[in-house]
């Protein structure tokens, strides 16, 4: 598979939720946890045993290392079908810069 990430992904233990968004806004009652493959300041890698849309839009609630929760809108662009469910490629959406500084600060102590 051809790289097209824009900055270095980070592997890591954390949580995340994951509520559907339909396209007229509304949104359905469909939650999901995943297993975190790795995350940059741009996006997210991430197992989960049902098929999700490419394109389509999840408000994601991560709960990164420090334990805090980080609201963000990710969009499904990868999907590989595995065997035992799939793996998929998220860029996130409206991410604050607060939050993406947070991934930042990680991956400069996983650096050292």
Excluded: P
């Excluded at 949580?15 to 339909?22: G, H, I, P, S």
Aim: glycine share 8%.
């Amino acid at each position: 598979m051809e790289e097209k990430r824009k900055h270095k992904r980070l592997e890591l233990d954390v949580t995340v939720e994951l509520e559907r968004l339909d396209e007229d806004g509304v949104t359905t009652l469909r939650y999901s946890h995943v297993e975190v493959v790795d995350i940059s300041r741009t996006g997210i890698g991430f197992k989960a045993g049902q098929r999700l849309e490419v394109g389509s839009h999840y408000n994601t609630k991560i709960q990164i290392w420090t334990k805090e929760i980080i609201d963000v809108v990710i969009e499904v662009v990868r999907c590989e079908e595995l065997e035992d469910g799939y793996r998929y490629g998220g860029i996130f959406i409206g991410m604050s810069n607060t939050d993406a500084l947070k991934i930042d600060i990680y991956q400069i102590f996983n650096d050292i």
